[in-house]
């Protein structure tokens, strides 16, 4: 877990603005959910068999005996709150998005951290493959708004649950006979969910996966039929992809459509972002029949990789009042200059030495510093000093106000 010092919250805040601006654009509305949940609503969604819920959660008894865990993911929690608030109905699509802190209990390495932050988007209420489609845009328009280079679209499709339990048992027949090949936590963990064999690092079983059944060659015609949609949607757009059958995602909730962005910028933990359809998951928790589909990108992963553009820098002007009596005019006059809207303006009280307010004027990059000392105070006046031309000059409160929106102007032109 991090601090994120201010040396890079305005980076993430820069971020996180126009991740907001790009949800208002596509009509997407932010959810906010406690960081705690019932341990159960993951066993229920993630499902009981991940990773996430047997090795990786923050599970805590409270003190009345409810089991408690801090939250993993998103999409768990926004779909609790749509059952209980009754955000969907049915006839309507809704969407959601939703930023800030998950927890995982993982092994931290460079680009996963026990504390990360997911931008996550979710939408319900249609079977519509545009808007797999739609989600994916979403996902590929981040990447290029935050200027990643060369990313990976990766697709494939886990079909609706029929079929994947026809193809599970193919697939665990084949891991019985390669068993021998194995690595020793895959052989431990296939009989409860074969799908995560194609998850192993281990070099023996990626070659044993290698020539494994694949899930698309087992799903129905329909679940087909959709996956074509959505490909040929994504081919009419000029949004890159590729098929990729090892995509079986982490979490148990996925049907249909499932998709990774990945970058090999980020080295080994490469996956930006990644997500998918879950058309049962609604109804698993209590609420009416509801498609949907969604995604979630880490933020740290996004920043190591992002090439933002440079913000438009506001100028700082710095107060001093050397001495104790210029105080209550000096403070007024950084009011006015706030009320301009235009300038970051920082109030340093109890230096008495020119001097030394020069020094920390440039220690702290002002662009203009502010002196009202005895012989300002007798006419009622602030010096005013350019720290870059180093000019100076004294005016009155309202003139210095208009000389800075005069000077802006002028810079400007
Ligand atoms: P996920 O693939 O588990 O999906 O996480 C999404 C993204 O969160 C990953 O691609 C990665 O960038 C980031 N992430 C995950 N774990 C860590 C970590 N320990 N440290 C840093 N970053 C991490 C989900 O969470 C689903 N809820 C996505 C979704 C939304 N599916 C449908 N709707």
């Known amino acids: 877990m991090t601090d994120l010092l201010p040396a890079q919250t305005e980076r ?11 949800m208002k654009q596509y009509a997407y509305q932010e959810i906010r959910t406690p960081l705690l949940e019932a341990s159960e609503l993951y066993v229920k969604s993630v499902g009981e068999q991940t990773d996430i819920v047997q090795k990786e959660q923050y599970r805590f008894e409270d003190k009345n005996g409810d089991w408690i865990t801090l939250r993993p993911e998103g999409t768990a929690s926004v779909v609790r709150s749509l059952v209980q608030n009754t955000l969907w109905e049915e006839g309507r699509i809704t969407r959601l998005y ?8 993982e092994r ?3 680009g996963r951290y026990r504390q990360f932050h997911q931008f996550g988007l979710e939408c319900f209420g249609s079977h519509a493959p545009s808007l797999d489609v739609e989600v994916i845009l979403v996902l590929s328009r981040l990447a290029e708004m935050f200027g ?4 990976k679209l990766k697709l494939n499709s886990l079909g609706d649950l029929p079929s994947r339990a026809v193809y599970r048992d193919v697939l665990l027949t084949y891991l019985e006979k390669h068993r021998d090949a194995l690595d020793e936590t895959t052989r431990e963990r296939m009989a409860e969910n074969p799908l995560r064999a194609f998850d192993s690092k281990a070099p023996e079983t990626q070659a044993v996966m290698s020539a494994a059944p694949i899930l698309l060659d087992y799903i129905s015609d329909d679940e087909r039929a959709h996956f ?6 994504l081919e009419n757009l000029n949004i890159a992809y590729e098929v990729d059958p090892k995509i079986v995602r982490g979490l148990d909730y996925y049907t ?3 998709f990774e962005m990945v970058s090999q910028d980020l080295g080994s933990q490469n996956a930006v972002g990644g997500g998918g359809r879950y058309n049962h998951l609604v109804a698993s928790m209590g609420g009416k029949s509801c498609p949907a589909v969604g995604f979630a990108m880490g933020l740290e992963r996004l920043l190591m990789i992002a090439h933002l553009k440079e913000q438009s820098k506001v100028r700082k002007l710095v107060a001093f009042p050397l001495c ?3 105080e209550s005019g000096a403070l007024r006059l950084c009011e006015k200059v706030r009320d301009l809207g235009d300038y970051e303006v920082e109030w340093i009280p109890g230096k008495s030495s020119l001097k030394a307010a020069l020094r920390l004027a440039d220690k702290v990059n002002a662009d203009y510093a502010v002196f009202v000392g005895e012989t300002e105070l007798a006419a009622s006046e602030f010096m005013l000093k350019e720290m870059q031309s180093g000019e100076q000059s004294r005016h009155s409160a309202t003139a210095l106000c208009n000389w800075l929106i005069q000077h802006k102007e002028a810079t400007r032109l």
Request: proline share 11%; charged share 25%; net charge positive.
């Open 108 to 110: 931290p390495q460079k």
């Open 256 to 258: 249909h459509t499932v």
């Open 12 to 22: 993430w805040r820069g971020m996180e603005d126009q991740i907001h601006a790009l």
């Open 324 to 326: 104790p009596e210029a």
């Open 98 to 105: 939703y930023m800030g802190p998950m927890f995982r209990r």
């Open 148 to 151: 990643l280079t060369a990313p």
């Open 228 to 233: 074509d949609h959505v490909r040929s949607h």
